[in-house]
């Protein structure tokens, strides 16, 4: 089994940073790749950000150039270093990570969210 913790979620005022964490644990081969996801009221779930095992990053349109997603492979831990934040930002943030759980099988493991909170 596989457990996905994120953590660092809270308020802050529009303009302001905030910064997540996210760690993968238990039965893990090896990490294929580690997104973050949210989703705001009334909203589909959207992908943020999204790193693979060789380090290349995607970002979403709305966050390209404010938010910046990192990965320490040693410690199975992904980031999300979130600046310029804006009221439209405020959503439950969820990491996900794709798991090799031996040489054959994958899947993918969700954490239950951290929220964040965006005042103007």
């Known amino acids: 089994q596989v457990q996905v913790v994120e953590s660092g979620g809270g308020l802050v005022q529009a303009g302001g940073s905030l910064s997540l964490s996210c760690v993968a644990s238990?039965?893990?081969?090896?990490?294929?790749?580690m997104t973050w996801h949210r989703q705001a009221p009334g909203k589909q779930r959207e992908l943020v950000a999204s790193?693979?095992?060789?380090?290349?990053?995607n970002y979403a349109d709305s966050v390209k150039g404010r938010f910046t997603i990192s990965r320490d492979n040693a410690k199975n831990t992904v980031y999300l270093q979130m600046s310029s934040l804006r009221p439209e930002d405020t959503a439950v943030y969820y990491c996900?990570?794709?798991?090799?759980?031996?040489?054959?099988?994958?899947?993918?493991?969700w954490g239950q969210g951290t929220q964040v909170t965006v005042s103007s």
């Open positions: 996900a990570a794709r798991v090799y759980t031996d040489y054959h099988n994958w899947d993918e493991y």
């Open positions: 790193i693979n095992n060789g380090g290349g990053t």
């Open positions: 238990g039965t893990i081969f090896s990490i294929i790749a």
